[in-house]
T-cell receptor, first 114, second 115 residues
Framework: KAGVTQTPRYLIKTRGQQVTLSCSPISGHRSVSWYQQTPGQGLQFLFE???????NKGNFPGRFSGRQFSNSRSEMNVSTLELGDSALYLC?????????????FGPGTRLTVT | AQTVTQSQPEMSVQEAETVTLSCTYD???????LFWYKQPPSRQMILVIRQEAYKQQNATENRFSVNFQKAAKSFSLKISDSQLGDTAMYFCAFMIQDTGNQFYFGTGTSLTVIP
């Protein structure tokens, strides 16, 4: 079974631009969560989508948004990029939403904002 | 607020020796799950071990075991017979029951296994 895939793996953008990252969960998984990983802050939860609905949202500004499609693939969008948005963005998928279900992480998308 | 503290940014251990990584957390919730994740260099994060807060017995998974002290809100990871492949960043995390998939992560401990 294929693992969680994220595209693109690397991305360089300029301040003020917007970016869209994609996450394809493991086949059959319905929950997708997104995290931002930076050296100083560690991993911080962005949001979770389950069956096309946002279930949870972390403490990030409205410039960060996401969605989930009927095939469970998810995208996250960051508008008006800032230098501080440079990070590794990880997504994780699980069969259902809830702590009983193991989450599987993707390799991440490395975003650099210049 | 939910917080996780890993006070050891970097650690090293000789191959075949035992090492313990510390983690403390803070939450007012009573039902939650605790995790240790491993992130090898340039590789995907994988689950090492998981502990249900309502279970008093410490979880074990082959060479990995935890020391869970609920009253002290402490959740340390012990790696026995350390192997070179254990070199990685280790993250402690918890998730509150029935609130969806939202992890609260620590800032990580970088472990190097020395041959």
């Amino acid at each position: 079974k294929a693992g969680v895939t994220q595209t693109p793996r690397y991305l360089i953008k300029t301040r003020g631009q917007q970016v869209t990252l994609s996450c394809s969960p493991i086949s059959g998984h319905r929950s997708v969560s997104w995290y931002q990983q930076t050296p100083g802050q560690g991993l911080q939860f962005l949001f979770e989508y389950f069956s096309e609905t946002q279930r949870n949202k972390g403490n990030f500004p409205g410039r960060f948004s996401g969605r989930q499609f009927s095939n469970s693939r998810s995208e996250m969008n960051v508008s008006t990029l800032e230098l501080g948005d440079s990070a590794l963005y990880l997504c994780a998928s699980s069969l259902y939403s809830g702590s009983l279900y193991e989450q599987y992480f993707g390799p991440g998308t490395r975003l650099t904002v210049t | 607020a939910q917080t996780v503290t890993q006070s050891q940014p970097e650690m090293s251990v000789q191959e075949a020796e035992t090492v313990t990584l510390s983690c403390t957390y803070d939450t007012s919730e009573n039902n939650y799950y605790l995790f240790w994740y491993k992130q090898p260099p340039s590789r995907q994060m994988i689950l090492v071990i998981r502990q249900e807060a309502y279970k008093q017995q410490n979880a074990t998974e082959n060479r990995f075991s935890v020391n869970f002290q609920k009253a002290a809100k402490s959740f340390s990871l012990k790696i026995s017979d350390s192997q070179l492949g254990d070199t990685a960043m280790y993250f402690c995390a918890f998730m509150i029951q029935d609130t969806g998939n939202q992890f609260y992560f620590g800032t990580g401990t970088s472990l190097t296994v020395i041959p």
